[in-house]
């Protein structure tokens, strides 16, 4: 096919090709390229640089020593997906079929990518908030449905039931939830997930829900929605270890749900990757199973992270909206005379060597005005990384 075929124009369309047709780099990409090209410290992508629990990189290690490094079944092998609906049972009191109810994934994002383009025709509707997480405006696209989109705006970034209520139409095949939120730390009430529910029986549509940031909560209580009365028939949820257990690089996730929908889904996960991390599912098994002070324990450490980076950001002088969840916060650089936020943070290596986000990167183009100060910073760092680095901010507020 030559340059102009049909597989160029979907992917321009979908926002993956630049206008030469290259790939459209990220700002994630920019951002990590000049943090490793200045030496600043880079709290724009989330990953940690920190291991997981010994007992689940042994478990890996182990599995690696005794041959499981062959396909392992479609599904998922059988004791991951045991693993998984019996965290499910014990966290949120959801029974799942192991056999049916479970799939395991290459991360959250390929079970997202799956359901969307298992779930979606060509022109339909899948409705998300925003900011969203990047992944979700391309995957919508290259299903060929169409974006639409509720907005959380600075700073309790918790969206209007009234907008809500106008946004979800018959148009609507799948309102995808992201709770606990990426990029803004936000965790959705209950009232509003209760409503999410309503509208989905309403207009009969799917749910589709995000939660890999379950177990990384503070001071708030994770509400899965398929726990919520009448949701559990019309919603796939997503989740994945490789946030709680700091093994992102592994990219072992899951999908449950009905067993229709998880059918669904498997359909198209196996044209995907088919298959994936034969000896990181029985470690993910191993760290499903740890005892529940380690998940209370996970969260405290991530909370003390985030405090400490708040203090250097409020020391700079910059406004924040204190996070409830996730490995983000998010700060307003208009405090500092700063009007456009993506040009602040190619600035902001040279000025205290320090890399962030910004949250323009996760809104649609004509949004940009409402978000154009606003920086996202991760804190899934180590303790003396993030205290140079609120070091570093704090002579902002000197300057």
Request: proline residues 6%; hydrophobic residues 45%.
């Amino acid at each position: 096919m030559d340059e102009h075929g049909g597989w160029q124009r979907t992917a321009a369309g979908a926002g993956l090709l630049a206008p030469d047709g290259s790939i459209a780099a990220t700002i994630f990409a920019e951002m990590s390229a000049l943090a490793a090209r200045t030496g600043a410290l880079n709290l724009g992508q989330g990953f940690p640089d920190e291991d997981g629990p010994e007992e689940v990189l042994e478990a890996a290690r182990e599995a690696i020593s005794n041959g499981e490094n062959q396909y392992p079944p479609g599904r998922g092998i059988p004791d991951l997906r045991l693993a998984i609906a019996e965290h499910q049972k014990r966290f949120y009191g959801l029974t799942l079929d192991p056999d049916t109810d479970v799939l395991v994934t290459a991360g959250a994002t390929e079970g997202l990518a799956a359901a969307i383009l298992a779930l979606v025709e060509p022109g339909d509707e899948v409705l998300t908030f925003e900011p969203f997480y990047d992944a979700y405006g391309g995957l919508i696209a290259l299903a060929g449905a169409e974006h639409r989109t509720v907005q959380l705006r600075w700073p309790t970034f918790q969206p209007d039931h009234d907008e809500l209520r106008r946004a979800v139409s018959d148009s609507t095949r799948i309102i995808l939830v992201n709770n606990p939120h990426n990029p803004t730390g936000a965790v959705l009430d209950r009232a509003t997930l209760e409503l999410i529910v309503e509208l989905a029986h309403r207009h009969d549509a799917i749910i589709v829900t995000d939660e890999v940031y379950e177990h990384l909560i503070y001071g708030a209580t994770h509400i899965p929605v398929a726990s919520l009365p009448g949701a559990w028939e019309r919603t796939v949820t997503l989740s994945s270890g490789g946030k709680t257990f700091n093994t992102t690089g592994w990219k072992v996730g899951w999908a449950t749900g009905p067993a229709a929908l998880v059918t669904a889904v498997t359909t198209v996960k196996q044209y995907l990757t088919y298959v994936n991390g034969a000896p990181f599912q029985p470690a993910m098994a191993t760290g499903l199973r740890l005892p529940d002070s380690f998940f209370r324990e996970t969260a405290a450490k991530m909370q003390a992270k985030r405090d400490i980076l708040a203090d250097g950001l409020r020391a700079a002088g910059f406004p924040l909206s204190l996070p409830s969840a996730s490995y983000f916060i998010v700060a307003d650089a208009s405090a500092l005379g700063v009007e456009d936020a993506a040009e602040f943070c190619r600035r902001l290596p040279s000025l205290v060597g320090v890399v962030g986000i910004p949250i323009t990167a996760f809104v649609h183009a004509d949004r940009h005005p409402d978000y154009r100060s606003l920086v996202r910073f991760a804190f899934c760092k180590k303790e003396s990384v993030l205290q140079e680095a609120a070091t570093r901010l704090a002579a902002l507020g000197r300057d």
